[in-house]
């Protein structure tokens, strides 16, 4: 069974920084490009960045470039999240999603299933 | 404000036919297939659509995709009680080097 599992959200203050992890089984890990999107409190989805296969391009929305940094261990089976200078309007859950075309297929003709269950990030003095 | 424009709100009755608009720009319809995803409250986002038309298995027929230049569409046939729920159109957009949601829509079945 294909599986993603969110990992590491939580309370932090402005400016602090947070690593979320996502755990990856069931699929080949190596072969699909991954992403992961954000939800705040009664909104809608926000894309947030994704990374290629063998993580050759990477891509961020404007709102976190700079900020936030996508990585992934292959060899591990896990994608990561760094956060960094968080702000109140970082507050969301997020989710990691895999990329339903696998290799050799570009981000801008793919999709994502499955999603994982999500993780809750609050950041609040 | 969301890059692809989806009306906040929809309804239907029951085993009526109800259709979701997705209005975007060449940048990203117009260039790049359209995929739709399905919310029921408080879990995870699920594909429904992909490359504008196709169904994943698992998915109803009464479910359907279309694509016409800039805009995109979701079709729901014979609606069900379960239907009410949230539904999201997405896109890859080529100028913005990103992927774009809309705004989302919230469907009721009266």
């Known amino acids: 069974e294909v599986q993603l599992v969110e990992s590491g959200g939580g309370l932090v203050k402005p400016g602090g920084s947070l690593r979320l992890s996502c755990a990856a089984s069931?699929?080949?890990?190596?072969?699909?490009?991954m992403t992961w999107v954000r939800q705040a409190p009664g909104r809608g989805l926000e894309w947030v960045s994704s990374?290629?296969?063998?993580?050759?391009?990477?891509y961020y929305a404007d709102s976190v470039r700079g900020r936030f940094s996508i990585s992934r261990d292959n060899a591990g089976n896990s994608l990561y999240l760094q956060m960094n200078s968080l702000r109140a309007d970082d507050t969301a859950v997020y989710y990691c999603?895999?990329?339903?075309?696998?290799?050799?297929?570009?981000?801008?003709?793919?999709?994502?299933?499955?999603w994982g269950q999500g993780t809750l990030v609050t950041v609040s003095s | 404000q969301s890059v692809l424009a989806q009306p906040p709100s929809a309804s239907g009755t029951p085993g009526q036919t109800v259709s979701i608009s997705c209005s975007g720009s060449?940048?990203?319809?117009?260039?790049?297939?359209v995929n739709w995803y399905q919310q029921l409250p408080g879990t995870a986002p699920k594909l429904l659509i992909y490359?504008?038309?196709q169904r994943p298995s698992g998915v109803p027929d009464r479910f359907s995709g279309s694509k016409s230049g800039t805009s995109a569409s979701l079709a729901i046939s014979g609606l069900q009680s379960e239907d009410e729920t949230d539904y999201y159109c997405?896109?890859?957009?080529?100028?913005?080097?990103?992927?774009?949601f809309g705004g989302g829509t919230k469907l009721t079945v009266l």
């Open positions: 060449s940048s990203n319809i117009g260039t790049n297939p």
């Open positions: 490359s504008n038309s």
């Open positions: 990374i290629t296969s063998s993580s050759s391009y990477i």
């Open positions: 997405a896109a890859w957009d080529d100028s913005l080097e990103g992927l774009v």
């Open positions: 069931g699929f080949t890990f190596s072969s699909h490009s």
């Open positions: 999603a895999r990329s339903g075309c696998s290799t050799n297929c570009p981000l801008r003709v793919n999709w994502f299933d499955p």
